[in-house]
C-alpha cells in the first residue's frame, strides 16, 4: 500500500485530504497577520506568547465535550457547522484595531480553535471507521504530513501575503479558504455506521475518561504522543524575529521564510524517515529530534544559518506525530475513538501551551538559544521514556 494507491481505491480518503489541505491551512494562514498585528501594536513578549496559548488552550478545555459529541453525533452535519465556524471567527479578527482590543481577538481565537480542534478529532476518529490496517496506517501518514505543512507553510505563505497586501487582507483571504472547505466538503460522499451510543452526554464522558484509566498503555501513548508539543515554536519564531533578525529581514518575512523551511522538512522528513519507524528504530529518531534542536539552537545567531537549523528539526517531527498517533489508535476500540482522540488531542495541546508559556517567561531570564537547548532535552528524556513504554505494548 503506497499513497497513490491508496488514494486510488479509496476515493473518499482523496476527497478528505483535500478539505484537510484547505482547511488545515486557513487555520493556520492568518497566525502571522495576527502576530504581525501584535509586534505592530507594541506588544509584550508575554502577550505574544499568551496570544499563541490560545491556540492550544481550546482544545484541553473543550476536550472531554468532543469527544463526547463526537461519539454521539452524526459527523458529516457536525464538520460541516465546525468548518462554518471557523469561517465566521476568522471574519471577526477584522473587528481588532488596537492593543486594548487583544482580550476580544483571544475570544475570536477561542471559539475558531476550538471548531479546528473539534473538526480534527472528528477526522481522526473518521479515518479509523474508513479503512483499517495498512490503509489507515498510510492515511494517518499523509494526515500527519498535511497537518504539518499546513501548519507551518500557511503562515509561510500568510507572511508574504502580509508583507504584500496587509494585515486585514491577510484575514479576509484567510476566511475564503474555509468557503472553498465547505463546498469541497459537502459534496462528499461518505458511509459509517451511526452511533448506538443512547447514553446521557455526562455518562459519555465519564465512560471515556474511565476507558482511558483502565487501559494504562493508552495513558502512557498520549503522554509520549505530547512530546511533539516541544516543537512549538511559533512563540520563538517571532521573538527571534523581533528581537535577533529585525536588522536583516522584515518581521513579517522573517517569520514567514522560516516557516516555509520548517514546513518543507515536515513535509518531505516522513518520505525518507516514516518508512524506517518501528519499535527499535523509535527511539534514535526521538534522539535525533533533540540533536536536530540543539543544532538550531547554535546557528540562531544568523538568521540564514538558523534556516538550515529549521529545516533540520522539521525533518523528524512528522514521523514522531504520526506514528505515536497510529500506536494509540491501534490500541483503542472503535467505540471510544472519538473520546480517546479528544483527550489525546487536549495532553498534546497542553503541551503546546506549556511550551510556548515556558518560551514566554523565560525569555526575560535566559537567552533564546538557551532555552531551545532546553526543548531538545526534552526529546532526550521522551526517548528514554518510549523505551519504559516499548515493555508495556
Not at 6 to 17: A, G, P, T
Not at 211 to 227: E, P
Not at 364 to 369: R, Y
Amino acid at each position: 500500500m503506497n499513497y497513490r494507491k491508496l488514494f486510488k481505491e479509496h476515493k473518499v480518503i482523496r476527497d478528505l485530504s483535500l478539505v484537510q489541505f484547505i482547511s488545515y491551512f486557513g487555520a493556520w494562514f492568518s497566525n502571522v497577520a495576527i502576530y504581525t498585528m501584535l509586534v505592530k501594536f507594541g506588544s509584550s513578549p508575554f502577550a505574544i506568547a499568551i496570544v499563541t496559548a490560545m491556540h492550544f488552550l481550546p482544545a484541553i478545555i473543550i476536550a472531554p465535550f468532543a469527544g463526547a459529541i463526537i461519539d454521539r453525533f452524526k459527523i458529516k452535519k457536525l464538520m460541516m457547522t465546525l468548518l462554518f465556524t471557523e469561517f465566521v471567527m476568522t471574519l471577526c479578527f477584522l473587528f481588532i484595531d488596537n492593543k486594548e482590543q487583544i482580550w476580544l481577538l483571544l475570544i475570536f481565537i477561542f471559539i475558531r480553535m476550538s471548531s479546528a480542534s473539534m473538526f480534527f478529532s472528528t477526522e481522526m476518529s473518521l479515518l479509523a471507521k474508513l479503512v483499517k490496517g495498512k490503509a489507515l496506517q498510510k492515511a494517518n501518514e499523509i494526515h500527519s504530513i498535511i497537518w504539518s505543512f499546513c501548519y507551518s507553510f500557511g503562515m509561510a505563505v500568510s507572511g508574504f501575503v502580509v508583507s504584500s497586501v496587509g494585515i486585514k487582507t491577510a484575514f479576509i483571504i484567510d476566511a475564503s479558504f474555509f468557503l472553498v472547505a465547505i463546498v469541497v466538503f459537502f459534496k462528499i460522499n461518505f458511509v459509517v455506521k451511526d452511533s448506538e451510543i443512547t447514553d446521557k452526554f455526562f455518562k459519555i464522558i465519564k465512560d471515556g475518561f474511565f476507558y482511558i484509566k483502565n487501559h494504562k498503555i493508552l495513558f502512557h501513548l498520549i503522554i509520549l504522543h505530547a512530546s511533539v508539543g516541544l516543537t512549538s515554536f511559533d512563540t520563538l519564531i517571532t521573538l527571534l524575529a523581533k528581537n535577533e533578525y529585525k536588522f536583516v529581514i522584515a518581521t513579517a518575512l522573517s517569520i514567514g521564510i522560516s516557516n516555509a523551511v520548517r514546513a518543507l522538512a515536515l513535509m518531505i522528513g516522513p518520505y525518507f524517515i516514516g518508512r524506517f519507524a518501528n519499535d527499535k528504530s523509535f527511539f534514535y529518531i526521538l534522539i535525533l529530534q533533540g540533536i536536530s534542536i540543539w543544532i538550531w539552537g547554535l546557528l540562531q545567531f544568523n538568521f540564514y544559518y538558523a534556516l538550515l537549523g529549521l529545516f533540520i528539526t522539521g525533518f523528524f517531527t512528522t514521523t514522531i506525530w504520526s506514528y505515536t498517533y497510529a500506536l494509540i489508535q491501534e490500541n483503542c476500540e472503535h467505540k471510544y475513538l472519538g473520546r480517546v482522540i479528544a483527550y489525546n488531542d487536549m495532553i498534546f495541546m497542553l503541551s503546546n501551551i506549556i511550551t510556548t508559556l515556558f518560551i514566554g517567561l523565560m525569555t526575560s531570564l535566559i537567552s533564546l538559544d538557551i532555552i531551545t537547548y532546553c526543548l531538545g532535552f526534552g526529546f532526550i528524556l521522551f526517548a528514554f521514556y518510549f523505551k519504559k513504554v516499548l515493555q508495556w505494548l
